[in-house]
């Protein structure tokens, strides 16, 4: 008698997609660039379909920047507590111009100069370096006590603000490596810094989030906070709308909120995402954001309650 051979079947779950930690909108507005443990991709917008991916040797990916002529994207990452690296490769073809060591850590964040020249890095190394984009003699600052998180290059060139887990936001001479003051108010790790843009009277603004749940809007040449706004859950990112009307929040609730760097008022916009939302993005067209985070998730925010 034939006996028939036993059939097993094994069932294997899916591995969760890794988060979306960093977006970049492309100069001409048509695409998304997103940054994972998977990768970098280009997305289509506004149906976000995967377009391509671009192959980097980076083992992770935590920033992606444009320089202001769209000609260059900056990749920073690395590997965790061996080595940080910076790539700058061509836009809109992808391919590598060169690549930027930067120091034993993780490269964290990315921000370019006016004139696409130099690229101010932020290291888990607790360093700030100033790197020219084409290679060369990079400048290395220790500026913090613990990693530094982000960074921004203020629009004359003249400063850069950098900020990170020891709490503080330090206004940077990258020339010289002075540090003209420190803003010490956030009572935190400070995650992350946006440069309002557009026109607008006074001293150039500068909001901030942290761990402390705190938005904070500064006039950073002057050393003024400004004032600040306390959100349900703590931010994660910061990304102004165009115009600068708002500044937008993602936070670890999954939710994006709008600031109103004037009256402060808060206003939440949904959907948001299931678990962590760790990026957001204006679109250039106004009228939405993409928002992305826990499990590779990414989506368009619409923008119409604030009306930016």
Same mark, same amino acid.
């Given at each position: ?22 977006? /970049?909108? $492309?100069?001409?507005?048509? &695409? #998304?660039?997103?940054?994972? !443990?998977?990768?970098? !991709? ?47 490769? &061509? =836009?809109?073809?992808?391919? %590598?111009?060169?690549? @930027? ?5 993780? /490269?964290?964040?990315?921000? =370019?100069?006016? +004139?696409?020249? &130099?690229?101010?890095? /932020? ?16 400048? $290395? ?11 921004? =290059? ?11 887990? +020891?709490?503080?936001?330090?206004? %940077? ?9 420190? %803003?010490?108010?956030?009572?935190? /790790? ?10 607008? +009277? ?12 705190? #938005?904070?809007? =500064? &006039? ?20 102004? $709308?165009?115009?600068?009307?708002? #500044? ?11 600031? +109103?760097? !004037?009256?402060?008022?808060? !206003? ?29 998730? @990414?989506?368009?925010?619409? %923008? ?5």
């Amino acid at each position: 008698m034939l006996l028939a051979p036993s059939l097993t079947i094994l069932l294997l779950a899916a591995a969760p997609s890794p988060p979306i930690i960093a977006l /970049a909108i $492309t100069p001409n507005g048509a &695409q #998304v660039v997103t940054a994972s !443990q998977a990768g970098v !991709q280009i997305h289509s917008l506004p149906d976000l379909a995967i377009k391509r991916s671009l192959a980097t040797d980076l083992v992770q990916v935590h920033d992606l920047a444009f320089s202001p002529d769209g000609k260059l994207l900056a990749i920073a990452g690395g590997s965790p507590a061996e080595q940080g690296r910076v790539e700058v490769r &061509q =836009w809109p073809d992808a391919t %590598l111009k060169t690549t @930027l060591a930067a120091g034993g850590d993780l /490269a964290y964040r990315l921000a =370019w100069n006016a +004139d696409n020249s &130099q690229l101010a890095i /932020a290291g888990g190394d607790r360093k700030v370096r100033i790197a020219p984009a084409s290679g060369g003699e990079t400048k $290395t600052y220790e500026c913090h006590s613990a990693a530094v998180l982000s960074t921004a =290059w203020l629009p004359a060139d003249d400063l850069v603000l950098s900020a990170g887990i +020891d709490q503080s936001i330090r206004v %940077l001479e990258p020339a010289t490596g002075n540090i003209r003051r420190s %803003l010490d108010n956030h009572t935190a /790790a400070v995650r992350d810094l946006a440069i309002r843009p557009g026109k607008h +009277d006074g001293p150039v603004m500068v909001a901030s989030c942290g761990a402390d749940r705190t #938005v904070r809007f =500064w &006039q950073p040449t002057i050393g003024r906070l400004v004032r600040f706004v306390r959100l349900p859950s703590p931010p994660t990112a910061l990304a102004w $709308t165009p115009s600068g009307s708002h #500044v937008l929040a993602a936070c670890e609730d999954g939710k994006l909120r709008a600031v +109103d760097p !004037q009256t402060i008022e808060v !206003q939440h916009l949904g959907p948001g995402l299931d678990g962590v939302a760790y990026a957001v993005a204006a679109l250039r067209d106004r009228r939405g954001a993409v928002l992305a985070g826990a499990g590779g998730q @990414l989506r368009i925010v619409p %923008l119409d309650a604030i009306k930016p």
